[in-house]
């Protein structure tokens, strides 16, 4: 059974960096894409980013110039960086795995965790 | 860049009924992008319907999705209480990569 679980600090202050970690069981991370997707309290879902095990990243264009997502295949871990946060990126953020092939869609997820950006 | 768009915004159901949600894109799309998502409160989305009209794994087959082009349905017979929730339209391959649609609720008449 394939899990995701992520982790990291739920709090952040403002102007520093939001540090998450996606922890992945059941199955190599080498053998998929995988993704961060956020919501913020109360309203939609947005793409952040994926990565594949060989590094290979895209990005949201609106966040692109703050996003570093990264990858640690002997931990079967993906991470997620964004900096110089401020109270918009206040969210609940989700790991992903993205399913390749003709349809590209988001098959499973984790819990999803609060950050609140606040100081 | 496509800008989805769907409605209602919330949709009043009575157990046993049917709902029909419906996801418009701003221009024509290839169908095969086109995936719907269930969120429920406190709960990851979880992937109903991909390539506009194939179930995903473990899916009841009250779920259905059609469409082509720019219109895209999202149909539900017979509601059971667990499907009270919020549903989301998702794009592939515009800019950004992939972009949702700002949801419908459906809710308890």
């Known amino acids: 059974q394939v899990q995701l679980q992520e982790s990291g600090p739920g709090l952040v202050k403002p102007s520093e960096t939001l540090s998450l970690t996606c922890s992945v069981s059941?199955?190599?991370?080498?053998?998929?894409?995988w993704a961060w997707i956020r919501q913020p309290p109360g309203k939609g879902l947005e793409w952040i980013g994926y990565?594949?095990?060989?590094?290979?990243?895209n990005y949201n264009p609106s966040l692109e110039s703050r996003v570093t997502i990264s990858v640690d295949s002997s931990k079967n871990q993906f991470s997620l960086q964004l900096t110089s946060v401020a109270a918009a990126d206040t969210a609940v953020y989700y790991c992903?795995?993205?399913?390749?092939?003709?349809?590209?869609?988001?098959?499973?997820w984790g819990q999803g965790t609060l950050v609140t950006v606040s100081s | 860049e496509i800008v989805l768009t769907q409605s209602p915004g919330t949709l009043s159901v009575s157990p046993g009924e049917r709902a029909t949600l419906s996801c418009r894109a701003s221009?024509?799309?290839?169908?095969?992008?086109l995936a719907w998502y269930q969120q429920k409160p406190g709960q990851a989305p979880r992937l109903l319907v991909q390539?506009?009209?194939t179930r995903a794994t473990g899916i009841p087959d009250r779920f259905s999705g059609s469409g082509a082009g720019t219109d895209f349905t999202l149909t539900i017979n017979r509601l059971e209480p667990e499907d009270f929730a919020v549903y989301y339209c998702?794009?592939?391959?515009?800019?950004?990569?992939?972009?949702f649609g700002p949801g419908t609720r459906v809710d308890i008449k």
């Open positions: 992903a795995r993205l399913k390749t092939g003709r349809s590209k869609t988001f098959d499973l």
């Open positions: 059941g199955v190599s991370i080498t053998t998929s894409y």
């Open positions: 990565i594949y095990f060989s590094g290979n990243t």
């Open positions: 221009q024509g799309i290839d169908s095969d992008y």
């Open positions: 390539g506009a009209s």
């Open positions: 998702q794009l592939y391959g515009s800019s950004p990569l992939f972009t």
